[in-house]
Each structure stands twice: as C-alpha cells, then as structure tokens.
C-alpha cells in the first residue's frame, strides 16, 4: 500500500533536515503506529506525505500502491485514496461543514472518473455516518470546524474519513486533546472503517489509543529516522520505560 | 472662497457643456440651484481629500469614454417578484417596463413630473444637505443635468418591490438619473437596482425613511468591464426606522459609490454593505461613507469586502461623526480586502469623530491573502485548489452578502460571484 524508501526532507525556509532517510513499509489491511518523542519528525512525515507547502524533499521515494505520492497535488494525493487526520484541524469560517463533505467527496470521485453523489445520497450516507460518531445536525450545519471542541474536531476529521473512504489513513495525534470517552469514539470509528483493502498509518505519543486501535506493528522514530520497528509490545515498552533505552540503543 | 485656477478653468468647461434638461419651474429651480452648488464648490480634483485615492478625471471630463457592451443575458434578480421599471442608456424603455402602479406606492418619472409637491419639497433637499461636511460637487451636478430618474412615494406597505433595470444598447451613452423615495411613517419599500447603465452612468437616490418606515434597497452593478459609474446615496433616517443597503460591484473601470447617512431620529437602523470583485489594473472601486449620527440610541452599521486580483485597486472611505448628544450609539464598521497576488492594492481610510461620551464604536480593517492552511485543509480532502480557493473567497465574503436580509437576493449575488471566482483564476 504504502512504501517509503530512503525519505529525506528539509524545511524549505531554514536551512533544516528533519527527515534523514525514512524507510516504511504499510502493506495493504495492515495498521502500523508510529511513536516518537517530539520533534522526531512524525507530524512532518504526515505533511510531506500529503503535499504540504514548506518542505523539500531532498531524496527518496514514497508510493501509494505503486503510484509516486510526492510528484501529485494535495487534491490528486487525496483522489489516490489518500487522507491525513490533522493533528490541528483547521477552521474555515464561512464554509458550511455540508458543503464542504460534499464538495470533497463528488471532487474526488469526479477526479477518479466516477459518478457523483446526489444530494438525497449524500445526505442519506452522511447522517447515518454522523450518527455513528455522535455527531448532530447542528454540528453538520456550523462553518467547518468553527467552535468545535477539540473532541468534535477530531470526530468531524473521523467522518470525513468514512466519508471519503480512502485506502491509506494516516492519523496525526488524533488522540490528543481527547478525553476518555471521546478516544473511544474516535478509535470505534476507525475501527469500524478497518478492511482488507484499507491500511492506517497511527501517529501517538500514547499507548492507550492503541490499545483501542489495535496496531499490527509499531515503529519508534527518533531524529527523523525509523530505528526500531516491533510488535504491539513496542509500545508497551515505551510506554513503561520512555524512549530513553531505545535511543541509547540506536546510538 | 475663490477656487484654485485649474479648478475654476476645469469646472467652467464642464458647465459650459451642460444643458438643463426641461421641466416644471420647481425642478428647474432644483435644477439651477444644483448647478450653483457645483459653481461654488468646483469639480472634484485629485488634491481634494475624498479623490486622493480615486481619480475623478474620467467622471468631470466633457469627453466620454466608450464602455464594451457586456453579455446582457442572465440578469441580476430576474427571479425577484417585483415590478420593472427599465432604462436603456438612460431613457425609460416603457415596453420592457411594467405598468408603474403598484399597492401602496406611487411612482412618477422625473422626466413626466409636473406639481407634485412632496417631491418638490425633497428634490435635491437631501444631496444639499449631504453637501456639509464633505463637498460632493459630482451629486450636485447630477441633481442639475439627470434626465429622468422615478420618483417613488411609499405610503404603507408595498407588497411587491420595484426593480430598476439599466440596460445598454450604446457603447459610448453618458447617463445622469436621479431618483426621489419618500417612505411615510411606518411604511416598508424594497427597491433593487441593476445593470452597469452607460459608459458613463452617474446616479442620485434620495430617501427619506420616515418615523418607523423600513427601506431595503439591494444594487447589482452590472458586469460591464469599462463603464465608469458614480453613484450618490443620500438618506434621512427617522425614528425607530430602518435603513439597509447592499451593493454588489462586478468589474468596471471605474466605481465610486458614495452614501450619505444621517440619523435623525432615535432608535433608528442604518447598515450598508458592500461586496465588489475586480480583476486587473483597469478596476478601481471605491466606497466612500459618511454616516452621521444625530440621534440617541441609533445603531450603524458599514461591511464592505473587496477582492483584488492582477492589480485591481480597491477603496474604502469610511466615517461615522457621533454628535454632542448622540449617546448610546453604537457603530460598526468594517472594511476588508482579499488581495489574490501581491499586485492589487487597498487603500482605507475609516475615520471616526465622536462627540458624545456614552457610545460604541468599533472599526476594522483588514488586507489579506487566501489563508494557506485553510486551503491545504480543502485541498488534503480533494477540493482542487481553484475550487478551494473560490470556497475561501465566498467564505471572505459571506459577512457582506449575510447583510442582505432576503434569502433568495443574497444567493443569486452569491451564485454570481462563484461564477466570477470560477472564471477569474489561473
């Protein structure tokens, strides 16, 4: 599904490498976490990876099923089935969140060639996937994400996601700022949106949300590089123990 | 006071090639005391404060320039019940017209007026007053050389609105109108305006919104890329009445919308609001304000968004004087800019002037671009950018357009401006 080989990433306004050869492998139906103390470069990856203006790539590859990630557009990237949950999502006032889902969604399957939603569809498919995650008409009706609490953001970003329905997922932190009832939303969300043909690539600083989302590895990046990759236990490990053995480890 | 030579020598030349139209002796002496306000005071020059950042030269000049004829099908409010009243480069089209009789208001053409008092009575009254504290010697002028314009008398309730149409058949047509509305107490008007009108369209509307009365006025002006247009709006606000206006500017050389408020009666509701769209060097658009409040617990209110591409120039002039006395106004205005590339320029100038102690006032003004994260945001779901960025722009723009009360008015704009923003982006 999605294969990194050798990434390497400057921001483009300073003269700073923040990501020194990246290798990753998702294959497809596979959840892979990526743990990591800050500023090791997961948030960027996720940028890069989506077609964020700032950074330069200075070496490697990325693909999505074989398809060159970093030559697309943002909008392209995303018609590929590709979809970043924002660690931040941003506010648009003006925007209706309505608006918004359905321009997204007909944009992308207008971009892959397929038929549109019709307004009776969309509304039918959208209610029934706000249902799910708790979401109420009047959330539905507001600018996007305009005086949301920070867990309504992250359940918006979730029924964009099942909306969409793309096959490579990356999730940004979706857990910070989330209490305990709401990760377990947000994470029944994304599980119900697990499949075979769909690969989630989970960004956290925390081993609860994985113990919710179940992940079939765990890679700890440090220092803009992946230096250890394992099973579930990984996490547990940093969980217990901090990062400090890892790091020492690769040093 | 004698004028500069240049100004006296540019104002005798312009005067020298005006001929007053015909009339009843009243307006021909609204008329003649209109043109002795323009010998007074002059042509406006670049120099003059209120034309520091727009050149008035295309607008005093006896020479017209011509204006190409823009696409005239689907027209602006055509779904609006209201009744028509059409001019064509100036002259009232009585075949494209509706008969000019409606439920609760009366409508006289300027051209057709004969003794009718009331009108006597208001005619070129408010465009004087509106004179003091800021010269506007281009609204006097139109006041003198307006051909026709309606006259319309508002005594209850009208059920339906009147729609002004200005249509254009000649490229080079250089039109004054002048239009009278006078609502009685507790009487309610919507007039919507349309079309860009002349290459050369100059345009007076007095109101006087009596005690209780509400007036709506909604203006599309057109999409004709080189017409040259100076409108003048002057109205007299009574107690506890209401006043809102909105314009939407589409293209044009040249566009100076001026509106004169002044507040006279307690309780009473003044907004204007405006929204204008100009791609490249040959757009200059500006809103000049000067709201006057006179009257205790009076609430203003002034929105005006501007997009600028590829060098088109925006303006804001925007003032509220607050009178000894005027207390617990509360007055809000703001201006704002979207600037599509580093080329267009805005230019604001808001002013306030506050002579009671007990008021709010609050002013912005603000210039940016289309919010990055914003548009990475949309575009990471697969909205492509130019899509995106028309979303952003009417996101921009929502606050003026959500000025216009009725619905179905506020989505037609909206639906023009999408289309613009959709042909206007590389």
Known sequence: MLEIKGLKVDLEDEDKSILKGVDLTVPAGEVHAIMGPNGSGKSTMSYVLSGKDGYTVTGGTATLNGVDLLAMEPEERAAAGLFLAFQYPVEIPGVGNMTFLRTAVNAQRKARGEEELSAGDFLKEVRAKAKDLKIDAEMLKRPVNVGFSGGEKKRNEILQMAMLEPKMCILDETDSGLDVDAMKLVADGVNALRSEGRSFLVITHYQRLLDHIKPDVVHIMSNGRIIKSGGPELALEVENNGYADLLAEDA | ?426
């Open chain 2, 1 to 426: 006071m004698a004028l500069p030579q240049r100004k006296q020598d540019a104002t005798d030349a312009r005067l020298a090639a005006v001929t007053l139209p015909d009339g009843p002796a009243w307006l021909t002496k609204a008329r003649k005391a209109a043109l002795a306000r323009v010998s007074a005071m002059g042509l406006p020059a670049r120099r003059d404060e209120y034309w520091k950042f727009s050149d008035p030269t295309t607008l005093t000049d006896t020479a017209v320039i011509s204006a190409d004829l823009a696409d005239a099908s689907d027209r602006e409010f055509a779904g609006a019940d209201a009744l028509m009243a059409v001019f064509v480069d100036g002259a009232f089209d009585a075949d494209a017209s509706d008969d000019l009789e409606a439920a609760g208001v009366t409508i006289t053409r300027l051209a057709q007026a004969q003794d009718i008092t009331w009108a006597g009575d208001l005619l070129g009254t408010l465009e004087a007053r509106g004179q003091s504290p800021v010269e506007r010697p281009l609204a006097a002028l139109t006041t003198a050389m307006a051909t026709d314009g309606l006259l319309i008398h508002v005594t209850g309730d009208a059920a339906r609105a009147v729609h002004v149409r200005y249509d254009r058949k000649d490229a080079g047509a250089d039109v004054a109108l002048h239009h009278v509305v006078k609502l009685d107490a507790g009487a309610t008007f919507t007039l919507l305006e349309s079309g860009a009108g002349a290459a050369r369209f100059m345009s007076n509307m007095e109101v006087d919104v009596a005690d209780g009365a509400t007036f709506h006025h909604v203006r599309a002006q057109g999409r004709d890329t080189g017409r040259r247009m100076n409108t003048h709006t002057f109205t007299r606000i009574g107690t506890g009445s209401t006043f809102k206006s909105f314009t939407l500017s589409i293209n044009g050389a040249l566009t100076r919308n001026d509106c004169i408020m002044d507040i006279v009666g307690d309780d009473a509701t003044a907004h204007v609001a405006g929204a204008c769209v100009g791609d490249g060097e040959g757009f200059h658009h500006d809103d000049t304000v000067f709201i006057t409040h006179d009257a205790v617990g009076c609430e203003s209110r002034q929105v005006f968004k501007k997009v600028l591409r590829n060098g088109a120039v925006g303006v804001f002039q925007g003032k509220i004087l607050v009178k000894h006395g005027a207390q617990k106004t509360d007055g809000y205005q703001i201006s704002q800019s979207l600037l599509l590339d580093g080329d267009s320029q805005f230019l604001a100038k808001p002013e306030l002037e506050i002579y009671a102690d007990d008021v709010a006032c609050s002013h912005g003004s603000t210039s940016g671009a289309i919010d990055e994260d914003a548009l990475f945001y949309l575009r990471s779901r697969g909205v492509p950018h130019k899509t995106a960025t028309t979303l952003l722009t009417l996101s921009f723009l929502a606050e003026a357009l959500q000025e216009i009360d009725d619905e179905s008015l506020g989505d037609d704009l909206r639906d023009r401006l999408a289309g613009w923003l959709d042909r206007h982006q590389s």
